[in-house]
């Protein structure tokens, strides 16, 4: 039994909560790492409990010698000597506690100021943590939505002055401030009729005949993409702004290369869309500007529809719109509230875009005008034969039609221009017969002018967007159903023809009524035309989320149409008997949803209509073999754009 009782003491002694659990050593915690700024402020803390230990202390000893300096009062006045004493001893006390208060006041100090700077420092820690952050994971910090824009106009010329200092640079080439900008689109179409094979529409009957059918075509393309660049570079005045732009895309020909033949289809070359610099001066409410590079024409393109094909943008069908290398000089003046004016004018390197002509037979180019080849070959030319700058000019006025949030100003823009070209036939290609009338050869000119209405005009509920133009040779621009000029024979007899130096025109040589051996003037295709595009902000419409995916949806509807003076058709279907169309319109409904940011997907589906006059025996041409007045292609376009 005892030996029972003491085995199980000394169970109860091992066991944990026993004595031996009771004697048992914590564990020790690991240790918390303190930074220096907190091991200092430890050390200063402590030396200040002391010496509020040291001032407690005298304190006591203070009040304890004024005790005994009462008593010394209240005894004999034998003992004065001994309390002048005591009285030292308290001055003296007293002036190591007044001491002694100052050195804890300016140790008190130098605490606040190291906790001053440890906040500091913690701060400055923290905003350089949370600058990272928003540099890895700007969607995390980036400011919620709270309205729904309404659509914007595409204004490829906008007028608001450049801010100095304004760019925000994704990088640095030394001190120049660099952004690029951009995106990737691919798209897949499908066309009901296509006859020339591109994978963009054109006006009908270029060719007199599509074949046994209407020539349906399916293509899938990436050659929309785009890439550029905005510049800003330093200046010592607070009031000049140097900026620059530079855009490439994908959209012109294929590489002529012989290692690219077989599969030039996706080896589109880069081709430059905009490359300008501009200067500003901006001294009060007036803004000076000089631009010089390549950019949208001032005629006729500041406004431009918005449509999901954009290689061809309406070709032929009521755009109207140019880029080409320029100088241009103008201001815009500040009136008052948001209202703004701004004329300018510029010198345009003048284009005529006739191509030339591969085969010629008596004088016809058999190839239609189908010229490709020799024109990438010797570039055109007639616009620089004349020896003139092509003269352009536009005013804007521009002010806040609805006040709503997120609405552009609106605008209201007049443009006109004034060219020539001039064709050169060399002497070893005149007629036999009219070689002794043209010993060195001939020359032939034309003359182009135009001019443009223009409007754009957003609200919350709705954005319009239209233009309307009338001019003579604007082939260069799209328009005029691609012709540029005819030969005016009336009244010639005897004539025969010749092929100017570049081969892109065939001029006539002819006797008049007097007698004399002259050239036929060559007289400017007159056209007129024009588009109203209606842009609706379907998710503002609906009060959708502002900061949701259903936010991005935007619709367009949109009509063109570009068509040739009726005298001058007659004049060209004279000339070429196959030339028969006569104008061309253009129906579209755009669909845009934006799902974020960068990514927006696009649905278009369009009408593609053109309608023919007869030739002179009375003939159409034909379409899937029969003769047919009207051409139409049906087309749909969809895809996806990411932006940059």
């Not at 009782?5 to 169970?11: M, N, P, R, Y």
């Not at 006729?300 to 241009?328: A, C, K």
């Not at 957003?458 to 082939?475: E, S």
Request: aromatic share 10%.
């Amino acid at each position: 039994m005892r030996r029972l009782i003491g085995s199980v003491l000394l169970f109860a002694m091992l066991v944990p909560g026993g004595l031996l659990g009771q004697d048992a050593k914590p564990k020790k915690k690991r240790p918390v790492r303190k930074t220096v700024v907190e091991e200092q402020l430890e050390k200063l803390q402590q030396r200040l409990e002391e010496q509020q230990a040291q001032i407690q202390q005298q304190a006591a000893q203070i009040q304890q010698q004024q005790t005994q300096i009462q008593q010394l009062q209240q005894s004999d006045a034998s003992e004065a000597q001994q309390n002048a004493q005591v009285q030292a001893s308290v001055q003296a006390a007293s002036q190591q506690a007044a001491a002694a208060q100052q050195q804890a006041s300016n140790l008190s100090a130098s605490v606040s100021d190291l906790k001053a700077t440890t906040a500091d420092a913690i701060k400055v820690s923290t905003d350089d943590h949370k600058r990272v952050d928003k540099m890895i994971n700007p969607d995390a910090y980036a400011a919620k939505p709270t309205f729904i824009a309404a659509v914007a106009p595409i204004r490829a010329l906008p007028i608001d002055a450049p801010v100095k200092d304004g760019l925000v640079p994704s990088f640095r080439l030394g001190l120049v401030r660099v952004t690029p900008y951009g995106f990737l689109k691919a798209t897949v179409a499908e066309d009901s009729s296509s006859p020339r094979g591109d994978d963009f529409p054109l006006p009908g009957f270029l060719s007199a005949d599509t074949g046994p059918s209407p020539t349906p075509e399916f293509h899938l393309k990436a050659r929309s993409s785009r890439f550029g660049a905005n510049f800003e570079w330093p200046d010592v005045s607070k009031n000049v702004t140097i900026t620059g732009k530079f855009e490439f895309d994908w959209e012109g020909m294929f590489s002529r290369a012989d290692n690219r033949n077989i599969s030039a289809i996706r080896s589109n070359a880069p081709t430059i869309r905009l490359g300008f610099m501009r200067v500003d001066y901006t001294h009060g409410p007036t803004d000076w500007f000089f631009e010089a590079g390549e950019n949208w024409t001032p005629f006729g393109s500041s406004t431009l529809p918005n449509l999901v094909e954009t290689t061809g943008l309406g070709i032929g069908f009521g755009s109207l719109y140019e880029r080409q290398p320029e100088m241009r000089f103008g201001f815009v003046q500040k009136l008052g509230g948001t209202l703004k004016f701004s004329p300018e004018i510029a010198i345009v390197q003048p284009g005529f875009g006739n191509l030339p002509a591969d085969t010629v037979v008596a004088g016809v180019d058999v190839n239609g005008g189908t010229g490709l080849g020799n024109q990438l070959g010797y570039g055109e030319r007639q616009g620089s034969d004349a020896d003139r700058p092509e003269i352009e000019a536009r005013a804007v006025l521009q002010w806040q039609l609805d006040p709503a949030k997120g609405v552009a100003p609106a605008q209201i823009i007049v443009s006109g221009v004034e060219g020539r070209r001039e064709a050169v036939v060399l002497a070893s290609a005149v007629p036999a017969a009219y070689a002794s009338a043209f010993p060195t050869g001939a020359t032939v000119s034309s003359e182009r002018w135009g001019g443009t209405i223009e409007a754009q005009l957003p609200t919350r509920f709705l954005t319009l967007t239209a233009k309307v133009y009338r001019g003579a040779d604007l082939r260069y621009f799209f328009a005029g159903q691609l012709f540029s000029n005819f030969n005016d024979a009336y009244g010639l007899t005897g004539t025969a023809t010749a092929l100017s130096v570049d081969g892109s025109s065939t001029v006539v040589f002819g006797t008049n009524a007097a007698g004399e051996k002259t050239v036929a003037p060559q007289r400017p295709v007159r056209s007129n035309g024009g588009f109203l595009n209606v842009g609706l902000p379907l998710s503002r419409w609906f009060n959708a989320n502002p900061a949701g995916r259903n936010a991005g949806w935007q619709m367009y509807f949109h009509y063109g149409l570009d068509q040739v003076e009726a005298s001058d058709l007659y004049h060209l279907t004279e000339a070429r008997a196959v030339s028969t169309r006569a104008r061309s319109r253009l129906g579209a409904v755009s669909l845009y949803y934006k799902m974020n940011p960068w990514c927006t997907f696009v649905y278009e589906q369009s009408l593609y209509t053109t309608i023919a006059i007869p030739t002179l025996t009375g003939a159409y041409p034909k379409v899937s073999g029969v003769q047919s007045r009207e051409w139409n292609d049906r087309r749909e376009e969809f895809g996806p754009v990411f932006t940059f």
